[in-house]
């Protein structure tokens, strides 16, 4: 079976300084692998995908990842905190089994974002 | 616009009250999903469906009940068998059986127990 593991509950930033997230997978395929972010009492969007194409993926309000299969890793980077990034961070993997995926959620991580 | 519609915002039951969360879309999906959200423990998958008339159990699915007879809806009701049912539920969707193209969520409905 797959699983996310985030390496760290809490994160704490001061504004300006640069954003990283840790999240390591276990996986028996190829992953898909995903963030998301929820701020309090919302849902939770998407910040970014990882699908089998460029192994360094682009999402919104300026955060990346990068994945390495030979680390089993997939971190979210940020170069500059923002005070409204402060939230709660998901790592997420795709499972699949027989024809149908469903995804699993790590733990979470909290980011404060200090002045 | 297009999202997933999720109500009440915050719900409160008695002991021995069977309540239902509301969870309507309009974005074509097929795939709809509950989870439940308890701090410091990420999300717990209950139920999904993946085509009208038909859903399967998740990992956490004792106590809980759901139905899928509209395409669009996706109604979950915590019973009185649920022990421990204080938490924020979540319900989300996708298209077709792959969630490689990631979840989309609602804003989620707030439970607690009086």
């Known amino acids: 079976a797959q699983s996310v593991t985030q390496l760290d509950s809490h994160v704490s930033v001061s504004e300006g300084t640069p954003v990283l997230l840790r999240c390591n997978y276990s996986?028996?395929?190829?992953?898909?692998l995903f963030w998301y972010v929820q701020h309090p009492n919302k849902g939770l969007q998407l910040l970014l995908k990882?699908?089998?194409?460029?192994?360094l993926v682009k999402g919104i309000n300026g955060f990346e990842a990068e994945f390495k299969k030979s680390e089993t890793s997939f971190h979210l980077t940020k170069p500059s905190a923002h005070m409204s990034d402060a939230a709660e961070y998901f790592c997420v993997v795709s499972e699949g089994s027989g024809g149908y995926n469903k995804l699993i959620f790590g733990a979470g991580t909290r980011l404060a974002v200090h002045p | 616009d297009g999202g997933i519609t999720q109500s009440p915002k915050y719900l409160f039951r008695k002991e021995g009250q069977n309540v239902t969360l509301s969870c309507e879309q309009n974005l074509n999906h097929d795939a709809m999903y509950w989870y439940r959200q308890d701090p410091g423990q990420g999300l717990r998958l209950i139920y999904y469906s993946q085509i009208v008339n038909d859903f399967q159990k998740g990992d956490i699915a004792e106590g809980y009940s759901v139905s899928r007879e509209k395409k669009e809806s996706f109604p979950l009701t915590v019973t009185s068998a649920q022990k421990n049912p204080t938490a924020f539920y979540l319900c989300?969707?996708?298209?077709?059986?792959?969630?490689?193209?990631?979840?989309?969520f609602g804003s989620g409905t707030r439970l607690t127990v009086v």
């Open positions: 989300a969707s996708t298209s077709g059986g792959s969630s490689n193209y990631g979840y989309t």
């Open positions: 996986s028996s395929y190829s992953p898909s």
């Open positions: 990882y699908t089998s194409a460029a192994t």
